[in-house]
Structure formats: C-alpha cells, structure tokens
C-alpha cells in the first residue's frame, strides 16, 4: 500500500503589511549591546559598529525556477524563549531573539502576489512555482529538510 504524505502549506495572503523598514530600537538592541559588551570585556573580539535605528527594506531576493520573485523583508524582532537557545558550556549566551521570515512574492512580470510567512525555525531555500524547500531547525538544533506548498488565499 502506498502512502500519501500531507504536504504544509504556507498562505500568500494578498495585503502587504510593510509600510516601512521595521524599527532596531528596545529590548532587542539592549540585550545586543549588553552580550556585545560581555564578549569584548573578556577580549574575544569586537562586535563592530553599532546598530542603526531603522532595518533596510529587504534582508535577501531569491529567483524562484519559474520566474517569481522573492524578497525576504526585514520584520520586527520578537521575544524568544531561552529554554529554547540553550547557551553550549564555554560559548556564548543563548540568542533570545529572532526576526520572523516574511516574503513578499511578485510574478514574472512585476506584479505583486502577496506576502508568506515562513515557520519559526525554518530558513526558506529553494522555490519553484507553489513548492517551497528549506530547513527546519528540531529542538536540538538538528536540521529537517521540508516542503511546503503555497496556498494563494
């Protein structure tokens, strides 16, 4: 007997919710700062300059195989949960904060689509019409390949 196994979906919704580049400022940049300050107090390296107030528009564009665009836009970090980033003995303190992975998706000839949010933990990498490859990262930071199919609203 053969299996069919249920492939996830991820919605591109039709609005678009970036107004404008989101905002480095609050918890984010102090707790940046603070483990920033830590690393060169006990002389491992510089952490370079400092962060500017606004994000840039996009963070990466991909080329899908048939021709749609996809431009992964910065978002506003969030909060994560420590227990979930366990600091490894001797390395550094866990990273309590990620930045959803958002895309706005447009058609060969320019014409917006709509935006697709990614899973937590997951990096987007190969797109090919509405199937969509990346990486999931399990709770040990183990690596998953997926496939998700993009379900237009």
Known sequence: MRRLLAIPTLLLAAGCAADAPSSTAGDWRVERDTIGDMIVGVGAFDVGPSIPDA????????????????????????????????????????????????????????????????????????????TVWGVRRGEFDEPYVVRFRVDHE
């Open 55 to 130: 994000k840039p528009a996009f963070q990466e564009i991909y080329a899908g195989e048939r021709g749609r665009i996809w431009v992964q836009r910065h978002t506003a970090a969030v909060k994560v949960e420590a227990e979930a980033r366990k600091a490894r003995p001797g390395g550094p303190p866990p990273i309590t904060w990620e930045e959803p992975a958002v895309f706005d998706v447009f058609d060969r000839d320019g014409t917006y689509l709509g935006e697709v949010h990614a899973p937590p933990r997951t990096t987007l990498m190969a797109f090919r019409g509405d």
